[in-house]
């Protein structure tokens, strides 16, 4: 089985603080996928990251930066200098194939609720 | 449009009766779910598919029933809706190596 855990259920910060999400996984398949998604209180899913289990290196894009650890099984997400903006439910959500072999299934964490205050 | 559609947006149905979302993508990713999210739940699998004829289950599929014929569409039946399903249904395709795009969402609520 394949799971996410995001142990964060609401996370509430003063504006241009920093902040970080946590997504731990577990995945017997080898081959996997990572993402982070953001969804406003609007309601889409907005794409943000995708990593695959080969690439460890972190990632800077903007005010956003992601720390994949397979030693861990962690990839975390952190918000630099937040902003009002940044409000949203932050998922992370692994693709695998439950038995190691067959179809990949995305799983998704319960979500992390960032709350940014002015 | 490329992308991927779902529909209705939005449905109210009562109990018992059969109720059928749809979700149509443009770009033949061979992969298609569906979720469920629900307050506390985050965004729950139902059902997924990785082609045409192919569909497993997912972490909560009773109550539900899937088919794929065509590459394009996977829709969703809730064979005798309960108040239990009532939700906001995400449909998302993904490629091989792509990331899931998601539908806008289908508000369903069963009275």
């Known amino acids: 089985a394949q799971k996410v855990t995001q142990a964060q259920t609401e996370i509430s910060v003063v504006e241009k603080e920093d902040v970080t999400l946590d997504c731990v996984y577990e995945?017997?398949?080898?081959?996997?996928?990572l993402f982070w998604y953001k969804q406003p209180p609007s309601g889409e899913l907005v794409f943000l990251i995708r990593?695959?289990?080969?690439?460890?290196q972190n990632e800077i894009s903007g005010r956003y930066s992601w720390n994949f650890q397979k030693s861990t099984s962690s990839f975390n997400f952190t918000i630099t200098a937040s902003q009002v903006v940044d409000s949203a439910v932050y998922f992370c959500?692994?693709?695998?194939?439950?038995?190691?072999?067959?179809?990949?299934?995305?799983?998704f964490g319960k979500g992390t609720k960032l709350s940014v205050i002015p | 449009d490329a992308g991927i559609t779902q529909s209705p947006r939005y449905k109210i149905t009562e109990t018992g009766r059969q109720v059928t979302l749809m979700c149509h993508q443009t770009?033949?990713?061979?992969?298609m779910f569906w979720y469920r999210q629900d307050l506390g739940h985050g965004l729950r699998l139902i059902y997924y598919?990785?082609?045409?004829?192919?569909?497993d289950k997912g972490e909560v599929p009773d109550g539900y029933v899937v088919s794929r014929s065509k590459t394009e569409n996977f829709p969703l039946t809730l064979e005798s809706a309960t108040r239990s399903q009532t939700s906001v249904y995400f449909c998302?395709?993904?490629?091989?190596?792509?990331?899931?795009?998601f539908g806008q969402g289908t508000r369903l609520t069963v009275v």
């Open positions: 990593r695959n289990s080969f690439d460890e």
């Open positions: 598919s990785a082609a045409a004829d192919i569909t």
């Open positions: 959500a692994l693709s695998a194939r439950p038995s190691g072999a067959g179809s990949y299934q995305l799983t």
């Open positions: 995945t017997r398949d080898t081959t996997y996928y």
């Open positions: 998302a395709s993904r490629g091989w190596d792509t990331e899931a795009f």
């Open positions: 770009w033949s990713h061979s992969y």
